[in-house]
T-cell receptor, first 114, second 112 residues
Framework: DAGVTQSPTHLIKTRGQQVTLRCSPKSGHDTVSWYQQALGQGPQFIFQ???????QRGNFPDRFSGHQFPNYSSELNVNALLLGDSALYLC?????????????FGQGTRLTVV | KQEVTQIPAALSVPEGENLVLNCSFT??????LQWFRQDPGKGLTSLLLIQSSQREQTSGRLNASLDKSSGRSTLYIAASQPGDSATYLCAGFSGGYNKLIFGAGTRLAVHP
């Protein structure tokens, strides 16, 4: 049973560029959430996708957008990259929104903006 | 606004000690609480989930408790080992959706 998988594992981009990160949820899970973790801090919620719609959003600008596909996988897009966007981006999957079940995380994508 | 504080921020202990890591929420309206382990540069590994109807959970040498009246949770690690060295994060589910609010973590170093 594959867990949550994220790609790529590492990425280096230049300021102003755009980036797409990908996530496949754990088998049987239908909800994907994205988090940003700066060095030395806890993860911060970006947004959550369920039934191919954004269901909840954290305090992040519109430069951060996402998508969920019919197979429940998800993408996180960040436009006009800033140096401050450098962080570990984590994807979590769970069963249904509003269900307080266990969240499972992937290994993350380390994004470096230069 | 829900905020999570973890104490201590860092801990260095000799092998074999029993440890207590603390987590507190500003708003005690927590539905569930989850403890995670994070190795340097890696993702999060779920350790324990305490659901809203429960007060504690145990897995091997780990025991986590939740006092909803005070908004506090404790992770107890028995007989610590060097392999336990990592950052431990607590997170609470907030609101109607699976939105986790995280603390900044406790960095644990267990030396032989």
């Amino acid at each position: 049973d594959a867990g949550v998988t994220q790609s790529p594992t590492h990425l280096i981009k230049t300021r102003g560029q755009q980036v797409t990160l990908r996530c496949s949820p754990k088998s049987g899970h239908d909800t994907v959430s994205w988090y940003q973790q700066a060095l030395g801090q806890g993860p911060q919620f970006i947004f959550q996708y369920y039934e191919e719609e954004e269901r909840q959003r954290g305090n992040f600008p519109d430069r951060f957008s996402g998508h969920q596909f019919p197979n429940y996988s998800s993408e996180l897009n960040v436009n006009a990259l800033l140096l401050g966007d450098s962080a570990l981006y984590l994807c979590a999957s769970s069963l249904g929104p509003g269900r307080h079940t266990e969240a499972f995380f992937g290994q993350g994508t380390r994004l470096t903006v230069v | 606004k829900q905020e999570v504080t973890q104490i201590p921020a860092a801990l260095s202990v000799p092998e074999g000690e029993n440890l207590v890591l603390n987590c507190s929420f500003t708003d005690s309206a927590i539905y569930n609480l989850q403890w995670f382990r994070q190795d340097p540069g890696k993702g999060l590994t779920s350790l324990l989930l305490i659901q809203s109807s429960q007060r504690e959970q145990t897995s091997g040498r780990l025991n986590a408790s939740l006092d909803k009246s005070s908004g506090r949770s404790t992770l107890y690690i028995a007989a610590s080992q060097p392999g336990d060295s990592a950052t431990y994060l607590c997170a609470g589910f907030s609101g109607g959706y699976n939105k986790l609010i995280f603390g900044a973590g406790t960095r644990l170093a267990v030396h032989p």
